[in-house]
């Protein structure tokens, strides 16, 4: 009906926009207009009796040019499928009023026939064969190819379609997916939030009893702090009771040494002064108490700096006969007895080894190594074979 012009106009928009979105009623609805277009005025003729007039054809493409509409293969991809359905439905409405108006002319002239004499024998009219551009064949040969070129872009586009289609589908399905995790995220953040508070009121917990630890452990190390002070007073009166008791023997044990030398016999006081290669006094000079066969008492002032005691030397007390070819003795180790007097002391109490020797001497030696004889210069050099002094 919509090609050959008798569909109204609504039923005209109902069918466009159902061509819009079905390619096959597309593909019909062309096939119709074409026919419509070229073949109806063919049957017309046909069913009438009578010859298609010369360049009938021509003058509708003409026509539907002038209307607009293009029938001939030129740039087909620029008509779109609205453009192209206008223009297939003002073809066969055109096509359909030619067919109507043949019609009407050819019922009048056999009416008129009928009620006139009989019809003379109208004499045969020789038509020229119909030229190249008139050929009937050769139109719908141009036809049936516009046809299939116009059915192979609506095969493209209906593909065109499909895939955009199947890409929206496509899109559809990721829009979907990404709403889904986007639900889910939103749930996990809802979640992480929860939890987060949570947290933070658990650390607001931990805090105070944190803070409530820390005041407990300041006033544990206040208590602490005291009783180490305390202890550390304790243990300054120990060790100084320790250092008295000490110095009380000390003095004990010297007070026994200074009344055996009191009533000693043979006692020998010895002053030491030691002298450089020209005769001058040296800074170090010694006290030496002598008791003959029984013990000797070496004190030595001023060996080393005495805010600067050198813990890498050791001060030995050697002794030896002069005149004898026996070797040296070693009486022992100077110890410091009074650091702030810079004082030394050794005592030997081995009547043997003093019975040996007539003689004593001091060197500095190292404590890198062991010392079996003295390596070190001598100096604090006294003679023990002189009469006692103190009988």
């Known amino acids: 009906m919509a090609a050959s012009g008798q569909a109204s106009q609504d039923e005209?928009?109902?069918?466009?926009?159902?061509?819009?979105?079905?390619?096959?009623?597309?593909?019909?609805?062309?096939?119709?207009?074409?026919?419509?277009?070229?073949?109806?005025?063919?049957?017309?003729?046909?069913?009438?009796?009578?010859?298609?007039?010369?360049?009938?054809?021509?003058?509708?493409?003409a026509r539907a040019r002038s209307e607009g509409i293009e029938l001939s293969r030129n740039n087909p991809q620029q008509i779109t499928p609205q453009r192209r359905?206008?223009?297939?439905?003002?073809?066969?409405?055109?096509?359909?009023l030619i067919l109507v108006v043949a019609t009407?002319?050819?019922?009048?002239?056999?009416?008129?026939?009928?009620?006139?004499?009989?019809?003379?024998?109208?004499?045969?009219?020789?038509?020229?064969?119909?030229?190249?551009?008139?050929?009937?064949?050769?139109?719908?040969?141009?036809?049936?190819?516009?046809?299939?070129?116009?059915?192979a872009q609506l095969n493209s586009m209906s593909s065109t379609i499909q895939s955009q289609r199947t890409e929206l589908e496509a899109a559809k399905q990721r829009?979907?997916?990404?709403?889904?995790?986007?639900?889910?995220?939103?749930?996990?953040?809802?979640?992480?939030?929860?939890?987060?508070?949570?947290?933070?009121?658990?650390?607001?917990?931990?805090?105070?009893?944190?803070e409530k630890a820390r005041s407990d452990k300041n006033a544990s190390d206040t208590a602490v702090a005291l009783e180490e002070a305390e202890v550390r007073e304790l243990q300054k009166q120990l060790s100084d009771d320790a250092v008295a008791l000490r110095q009380q023997q000390e003095l004990a044990e010297r007070g026994s040494d200074v009344r055996d030398l009191v009533v000693a016999r043979n006692l020998h006081i010895i002053d030491v002064h030691d002298r450089d290669g020209d005769g001058k006094s040296q800074r170090a000079f010694g006290r030496i108490f002598y008791t003959e066969g029984k013990s000797l008492i070496f004190y030595a002032y001023d060996l080393a700096n005495p805010g600067k005691l050198d813990a890498k030397v050791l001060f030995y007390v050697w002794g030896e006969r002069l005149g004898s070819e026996k070797a040296i003795?070693?009486?022992?180790?100077?110890?410091?007895?009074?650091?702030?007097?810079?004082?030394?002391?050794?005592?030997?109490?081995?009547?043997?080894?003093?019975?040996?020797?007539?003689?004593?001497?001091?060197?500095?030696?190292?404590?890198?190594?062991?010392?079996?004889?003295?390596?070190?210069?001598?100096?604090?050099?006294?003679?023990?074979?002189?009469?006692?002094?103190?009988?």
């Not at 466009?16 to 070229?38: G, W």
């Not at 359905?85 to 359909?96: E, P, S, W």
């Not at 979640?191 to 947290?199: F, G, H, I, T, V």
């Open 12 to 61: 005209l928009e109902d069918l466009r926009s159902h061509l819009e979105t079905c390619p096959s009623c597309r593909s019909a609805a062309y096939d119709f207009n074409q026919i419509s277009a070229q073949a109806l005025s063919s049957l017309a003729a046909k069913r009438l009796h009578c010859q298609i007039p010369s360049g009938m054809t021509q003058r509708f493409v």
């Open 329 to 391: 003795k070693s009486l022992g180790v100077l110890h410091s007895d009074d650091a702030k007097e810079g004082r030394w002391v050794l005592t030997c109490d081995d009547p043997q080894l003093l019975a040996q020797i007539n003689s004593v001497f001091v060197t500095a030696e190292s404590t890198r190594k062991s010392i079996k004889e003295p390596g070190g210069k001598r100096i604090l050099f006294a003679f023990l074979g002189e009469k006692p002094n103190h009988p």
């Open 175 to 210: 829009t979907a997916d990404l709403d889904a995790r986007l639900k889910e995220s939103e749930q996990r953040n809802a979640l992480s939030a929860s939890e987060r508070s949570q947290r933070e009121t658990r650390i607001a917990e931990l805090e105070g009893e944190l």
């Open 85 to 96: 359905f206008a223009r297939f439905m003002l073809a066969g409405a055109a096509a359909a």
């Open 104 to 151: 009407l002319i050819v019922s009048k002239q056999k009416a008129s026939l009928k009620a006139s004499k009989p019809p003379l024998p109208v004499p045969e009219v020789v038509s020229t064969p119909p030229t190249e551009d008139q050929n009937p064949r050769v139109d719908d040969a141009n036809l049936r190819q516009e046809l299939s070129s116009t059915r």
